[in-house]
């Protein structure tokens, strides 16, 4: 290696963390060596053809730096090139609701002592994980550095973060510093700390943000009590520098692979050392219940659900992204053909996970055609398109223009000037203009 050329990187795991990983060390000019067990995603990523999720930049971030990035289902070709092992396998929950730490057990056994190796801990994992790993091998320096990516922005939130956190114990020193100068150029402040305290920190982060949510939310419940706006609550509460305005978008509550999991991990972490988090058990039934309240939103206006034709508009937890897991779409749909109606959907991208995961819900291939005969429709994720839909249209297509605008995300007068009523969730009630239409 001469003095220009940056040090290899070993990636492994390569689902969207491990990719977006890959991707962008690439681009800060390290050789990429990424691993993964499933053969099929590696040979498609060798080809270039598709990748496997949907990020915006990613596929042009690895086409970019095709020349520096390897991919191989052998860990050995990783650990023959590089030193800094980057562990992005997925741990997720199981039946108790404890992280499956399986893969990343497979991955620790496959590491040689002595190799002069450092395992990087992306994965996010149960405090108390890495201090355990050390314990039987000690011989392997262990450095935690969580992620906090956003899907739908991981390429940006990695190239450009807030704070890069890194924990690592005596032992790890030189590990740590070594992770400190891969993440150097991108900026941030880095958080230099132990490995139990930089676990905590990424699962604490979430449950935070849960948290928030699911309070904003709350408030939206009451704000529907006392004709209030949440909206302009939260908008009010947020120039507090102390608050803070992000977070504080009220809905049918979070989704997603991290919320859920990070806030129940958490949970359960706790528990499991006799502490009873109250808080949080309160977060997650909140998040349950403001999903199944749309149902009941529904059922003032329309009565008995059954024989109605209900359309949802998205599908994915969150927009600019084609991930379903936990979103509020798959309670909603099972939750409406539990009371008998007949659901249709709409998702600009979801829609191939949308058929695998919905099997029983009719999966349009555009708004117009989910909202046809319609007795209601709920917007379920604020995809940009939506905004931009002829309302007037949509209004005239349905069998009774009804819009339970789950996100917040339309303007009611201008829904209610195009004959809709219009319910969003903690936003005052409709006037009554289009009932009288
Ligand atoms: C989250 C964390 O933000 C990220 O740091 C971590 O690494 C992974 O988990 P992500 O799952 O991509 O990221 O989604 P995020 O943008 O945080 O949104 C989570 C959910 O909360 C979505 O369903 C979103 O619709 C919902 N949300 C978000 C709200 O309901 N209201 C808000 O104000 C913000």
Redesign the pocket.
């Known amino acids: 290696m001469n003095a220009n050329e940056k040090p290899a990187i070993g990636v492994i795991g390569v689902g969207w963390v491990g990719l977006v990983t890959a991707g962008c060390f690439a681009q800060l000019g390290h050789p990429v060596f990424a691993v993964d067990v499933d053969e099929r995603k590696v040979d498609a990523l060798r080809a270039g053809g598709e990748l496997p999720i949907h990020e915006p930049g990613l596929p042009e971030l690895i086409e970019r730096n095709r020349g520096r990035l390897r991919f191989t289902t052998e860990i050995d070709d990783v650990l023959d090139a590089a030193r800094l092992l980057f562990c992005c396998v997925d741990t997720p929950p199981t039946y108790s609701g404890d992280a499956d730490l399986s893969r990343v057990e497979s991955v620790i056994a496959a590491l040689p002592d002595g190799g002069g190796h450092a395992l990087v801990m992306k994965s996010t994992v149960p405090a108390g994980t890495g201090t355990a790993i050390r314990r039987r091998r000690p011989g392997l320096a262990y450095v935690s550095c969580p992620?906090?990516?956003?899907?739908?922005s991981a390429v940006e939130d990695f190239l450009h973060p807030d704070r890069v956190v890194i924990g690592a114990d005596p032992g790890s020193e030189a590990a740590g510093d070594a992770v400190a100068d891969v993440y150097e150029p991108l900026g941030g402040t880095q958080v230099r700390t132990d490995v139990a305290s930089a676990e905590m920190i990424k699962l604490a982060?979430?449950a935070f943000?849960a948290t928030?949510?699911s309070f904003?939310n709350e408030i939206a419940n009451v704000c529907e009590e006392v004709g209030a706006d949440v909206s302009e609550v939260a908008g009010g509460m947020g120039l507090d520098d102390r608050i803070g305005p992000?977070?504080?978008?009220?809905?049918i509550?979070?989704?997603?692979?991290?919320?859920g999991k990070d806030t129940i991990a958490l949970k359960k972490l706790a528990g499991n050392t006799g502490y009873h988090f109250q808080l949080l058990s309160a977060v997650i039934d909140v998040n349950e219940l403001q999903k199944r309240r749309v149902v009941g939103k529904l059922k003032q206006h329309l009565g008995s659900l059954a024989g109605r034709r209900i359309a949802l508009l998205g599908l994915a937890?969150?927009p600019d992204t084609d991930d379903m897991r936990d979103a509020?779409s798959l309670v909603l749909a099972a939750r409406l053909q539990g009371e008998g109606a007949e659901v249709r959907a709409y998702d600009p991208i979801a829609e191939q996970r949308a058929r695998e995961l919905l099997p029983d819900v009719e999966i349009s291939d555009s708004p117009a055609s989910a909202l046809e005969g319609a007795d209601a429709a709920i917007l379920v994720t604020e995809w940009p398109e939506f905004a931009e839909l002829d309302w007037e249209e949509s209004a005239r297509r349905m069998a009774n223009p009804l819009l339970v605008d789950g996100?917040n995300f339309l303007d009611p007068a201008r829904l209610r000037a195009a004959g809709f009523t219009y319910e969003g969730i903690g936003r005052p009630a409709d006037g009554g203009a289009a009932a009288e239409a």
Do not use: D, T, V
């Open positions: 992620e906090f990516l956003k899907e739908g982060s979430n943000l928030k949510i904003i992000k977070f504080l978008r009220a809905g509550g979070w989704g997603g692979s991290c919320f937890f969150k509020a996100r």
